[in-house]
């Protein structure tokens, strides 16, 4: 768990509609405060007073790799088919086409990400896309570009938008110095892969965003997931999922 934020523990990860509103400090904030991108200064949306009754329409990025369209799931069950919106950059599988809306989203893309939040009146976003361990470290450039370029782009919009957020981290932003048995929350974290060092990142910005600027944003550091129903993407925990698959026990 990561201190300094809101953080919900694995059992309440899943956002709750009460709660949903943008942080009044947000709203305090003069614009020309928020130096950091021209895009931070666009006005912010009104706070919208919503009743338990309303439901969040919810963005999820990189939504076709292992942990998303599960996700989107069991958003689906509990909020509505039409308000969870899974996208990606790759071509959908008929399936899951027609399990609910999707669209193309690429991360590294503001202008269209920024399209698809204000035309899909989106609350809450949970950003999935990630170059994982193995491939990251395979093209660290484009790992750089995605996890941490895409994920400024959301966290922007984010606060433009008045989303709230959710980034998962991940046992790898911890490194060979951190402590062990169990690690804490609070310790050294000096990962050695790009993945790593981007994951470390995001937890601090956006650490550093809910406490300047009020940012809804949470976050939980993944242990590795397997998915019984879609393929590795291309993390450590891929090579068990792999050989699962091998071994005929997962769909191909
Ligand atoms: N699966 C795990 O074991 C695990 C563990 C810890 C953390 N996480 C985190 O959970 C999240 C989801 O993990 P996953 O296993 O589903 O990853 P995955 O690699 O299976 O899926 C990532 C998705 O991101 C998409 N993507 C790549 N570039 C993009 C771009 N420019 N724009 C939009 N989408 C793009 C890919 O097409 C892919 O579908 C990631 O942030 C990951 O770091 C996963």
Request: glycine share 10%.
């Amino acid at each position: 768990m990561l201190l300094g934020m809101r953080v919900c523990g694995p059992s309440t990860a899943v956002f709750r509609p009460s709660t949903l509103r943008c942080l009044s400090r947000a709203h305090r904030l003069p614009c020309r405060e928020l130096t950091c991108s021209p895009r931070q200064t666009s006005r912010w949306n009104r706070q919208v007073s919503v009743t338990p009754r309303d439901s969040p329409r919810v963005l999820i990025t990189g939504g076709l790799g292992q942990l998303g369209s599960g996700l989107a799931q069991i958003l689906r069950e509990q909020y509505g088919k039409e308000n969870v919106i899974l996208s990606d950059i790759k071509k959908p599988p008929a399936h899951v086409l027609s399990s609910g809306p999707f669209v193309y989203a690429d991360v590294l893309d503001f202008k269209q990400l920024r399209e698809l939040i204000v035309n899909h009146r989106i609350t809450w976003l949970v950003h999935y896309s990630a170059l994982l361990s193995a491939v990251g470290e395979a093209n660290v450039a484009l790992a750089r570009k995605i996890n941490i370029s895409g994920l400024h782009n959301v966290l922007d919009l984010a606060l433009e938008n008045c989303l709230r957020i959710f980034v998962p981290s991940t046992i790898g932003a911890f490194g060979p110095s951190s402590p062990r048995d169990p690690a804490p929350d609070l310790c050294v974290q000096r990962p050695r892969t790009i993945y790593g060092v981007s994951k470390v990142h995001g937890e601090l910005m956006g650490e550093y965003l809910h406490h300047k600027y009020g940012l809804d944003f949470r976050c939980l550091r993944y242990p590795g997931v397997i998915s019984a129903h879609t393929h590795p993407g291309g993390g450590t925990t891929g090579i068990g999922s792999s050989a699962l698959t091998q071994h005929t026990y997962l769909p191909r």
